[in-house]
């Protein structure tokens, strides 16, 4: 093999859901392309497996996703096209809680706000519609027509097998033992050889922090745990019959799944029992106790589902402490870029993660607002990625028309304001900066205090966990 052979424009670590999309994306704007994985492609001992995964457009977590939401719609229809193969099931999707819980009010504040089409039912209205429901009758649900759901392993081939008649090179079982800058460019080490890279794109899930130390307790996996109960009334646990959910009861908040692929009315309780630890060491069995904790959300709230147990399945959660993802370049090798702590809500847009990871990529930018997803919101290390947006807000230099959608990290800058950050509320700040710094760009902003741009100086008030 020469030289030349082991160099290519982008090397990809990770091939799940992230990793092959990005694969894809890069092979697709004629990259040489190396994606490695440590295990098999597809593997179910990550965050892309369990044969359905939820998508949908109306958004509780917060309003601002639903933009990348739309692109995802889009780039998940435009891999079907390239593979032939539906990836992309639409039944509905049903938020359901108290009027009063975040869940309800949430999801309805983002079809208010994009104008999605929407219906807001009561919890009887649910159960007449869609039988195999029996939801507190005074709780609300906003019905969303465009949910549905991903198949996660067959979406992980798709893009891999578009990769590769692209030219893309891929491996599996090829583990990465290290990496280092080598000038403005990469230089990786796995386990069976070594290549160097321009640009080098971390999507490792839970195991990103092993590699990116500056991750550590950022990114954190967490044992999670699925269920699939055989439905004793089956022809109301269909597709065409039973709507995704994501619901809010006392018990906790818990998502599910019509019967499809494999028997059994699949679901989970968010967090599960909350065991965190390492992606290496977490246990990938289930167990009695895992069973009973879902069995009784079942018996409760979806009886005609609660039949006997078909699958148990664990897989992981990489949360951050926010629960936003983390999308971002190195804070110090611009070359290299990362996608992780999805939080349990990442895989629908993988579609898009995968453009977005290509362009930080090709050219340490991107096309779409990821303002939200900083590093520096937790480390105070603002990349080359944001600091472009600081320094020009600091000129009083960008403006949301000329350089892309409003984002609440800049809906009040310049005002002596701070973004709302995850909830878009703003917050007066007076002080100047704990280190005694100027601003960045040298200059207070009108009315004192600092410029609400710099993450360096966020405090925990401004960017708020939504669960």
Same mark, same amino acid.
């Given at each position: 093999?020469?030289?030349?052979?082991?160099?290519?424009?982008?090397?990809?670590?990770?091939?799940?859901?992230? @990793?092959?999309?990005?694969?894809?994306?890069?092979? $697709?704007?004629?990259?040489?392309?190396? &994606?490695?994985?440590?295990?098999?492609?597809?593997?179910?001992?990550?965050?892309?497996?369990?044969?359905? $995964?939820?998508?949908?457009?109306?958004?509780?977590?917060?309003?601002?996703?639903?933009?990348?939401?739309?692109?995802?719609?889009?780039?998940?229809?435009?891999?079907?096209?390239?593979?032939?193969?539906?990836?992309?099931?639409?039944?509905?999707?049903?938020?359901?809680?108290?009027?009063?819980?975040?869940?309800?009010? &949430?999801?309805?504040?983002?079809?208010?706000?994009?104008?999605?089409?929407?219906?807001?039912?009561?919890?009887?209205?649910?159960?007449?519609?869609?039988?195999?429901?029996?939801?507190?009758?005074?709780?609300?649900?906003?019905?969303?027509?465009?949910? @549905?759901?991903?198949?996660?392993?067959?979406?992980? #081939?798709?893009?891999?097998?578009?990769?590769?008649?692209?030219?893309?090179?891929?491996?599996?079982?090829?583990?990465?033992?290290?990496?280092?800058?080598?000038?403005?460019?990469?230089?990786?080490?796995?386990?069976?050889d070594e290549y160097t890279a321009d640009a080098l794109v971390f999507t490792a899930g839970g195991w990103n922090q092993n590699v990116l130390p500056f991750l550590r307790g950022l990114a954190v996996p967490e044992r999670q745990v699925l269920a699939w109960l055989q439905p004793t009334r089956p022809e109301l646990f269909r597709p065409e019959r039973f709507p995704v959910f994501n619901c809010l009861v006392p018990e906790g908040r818990y998502y599910g799944f019509p019967v499809?692929?494999?028997?059994?009315?699949?679901? &989970?309780?968010?967090?599960?029992?909350?065991?965190?630890?390492?992606?290496?060491?977490?246990?990938?069995?289930?167990?009695?106790?895992?069973?009973?904790?879902?069995?009784?959300?079942?018996?409760?709230?979806?009886?005609?589902?609660?039949?006997?147990?078909?699958?148990?399945?664990?897989?992981?959660?990489?949360?951050?402490?926010?629960?936003?993802?983390?999308?971002?370049?190195?804070?110090?090798?611009?070359?290299?870029?990362?996608?992780?702590?999805?939080?349990?809500?990442?895989?629908?847009?993988?579609?898009?993660?995968?453009?977005?990871?290509?362009?930080?990529?090709?050219?340490?930018?991107?096309?779409? /607002?990821?303002?939200?997803?900083?590093?520096?919101?937790?480390?105070?290390?603002?990349?080359?990625? *944001?600091?472009?947006?600081?320094?020009?807000?600091?000129? &009083?230099?960008?403006?949301?028309?000329?350089?892309?959608?409003?984002?609440?990290?800049?809906?009040?800058?310049?005002?002596?304001? #701070?973004?709302?950050?995850?909830?878009?509320?703003?917050?007066?700040?007076?002080?100047?900066?704990?280190?005694?710094?100027?601003?960045?760009?040298?200059?207070?902003?009108?009315?004192?205090? *600092?410029?609400?741009?710099?993450?360096?100086?966020?405090? /925990?008030?401004?960017?708020?966990?939504?669960?």
């Open positions: 093999m020469t030289a030349y052979s082991k160099h290519y424009n982008a090397i990809v670590v990770g091939i799940g859901a992230m @990793g092959s999309a990005t694969c894809y994306q890069l092979a $697709r704007r004629n990259k040489r392309v190396l &994606g490695l994985e440590r295990f098999d492609i597809p593997h179910d001992l990550g965050s892309s497996h369990g044969y359905t $995964r939820i998508i949908r457009l109306a958004y509780y977590e917060h309003p601002s996703y639903v933009a990348l939401l739309r692109r995802a719609y889009e780039l998940w229809a435009d891999i079907e096209r390239t593979t032939g193969e539906q990836l992309l099931y639409r039944t509905g999707s049903l938020d359901c809680g108290p009027a009063d819980s975040w869940v309800f009010k &949430g999801s309805l504040q983002s079809c208010v706000e994009y104008d999605l089409p929407h219906e807001v039912l009561t919890g009887a209205q649910v159960s007449e519609r869609y039988p195999g429901y029996r939801l507190p009758r005074e709780n609300l649900a906003v019905f969303q027509p465009d949910g @549905g759901f991903l198949v996660p392993e067959r979406g992980t #081939v798709a893009y891999v097998e578009a990769a590769h008649a692209l030219g893309a090179e891929i491996h599996g079982r090829e583990a990465l033992l290290g990496w280092e800058p080598w000038g403005d460019a990469v230089r990786v080490f796995t386990d069976r499809f692929a494999v028997p059994g009315f699949k679901f &989970g309780r968010y967090h599960h029992f909350e065991e965190t630890g390492e992606a290496e060491t977490l246990s990938r069995e289930a167990f009695r106790e895992d069973e009973e904790v879902l069995r009784d959300f079942a018996a409760r709230y979806f009886p005609d589902g609660a039949g006997p147990t078909m699958i148990l399945k664990a897989c992981l959660f990489t949360n951050t402490p926010d629960r936003h993802f983390l999308i971002d370049l190195h804070p110090d090798h611009p070359q290299v870029s990362f996608a992780a702590g999805f939080s349990g809500h990442g895989y629908k847009f993988a579609s898009v993660i995968g453009e977005i990871m290509a362009d930080l990529a090709e050219r340490q930018a991107t096309r779409h /607002d990821v303002s939200l997803f900083n590093l520096a919101r937790f480390t105070g290390q603002v990349s080359q990625l *944001h600091q472009q947006k600081v320094d020009m807000l600091a000129r &009083g230099a960008w403006s949301p028309a000329a350089h892309g959608p409003e984002h609440p990290l800049y809906r009040h800058a310049g005002r002596g304001e #701070v973004p709302g950050g995850a909830l878009g509320r703003p917050h007066d700040r007076r002080r100047p900066p704990a280190d005694g710094s100027q601003t960045v760009g040298g200059r207070w902003p009108a009315g004192g205090g *600092h410029s609400s741009a710099d993450p360096r100086y966020w405090t /925990d008030a401004d960017v708020k966990p939504f669960w």
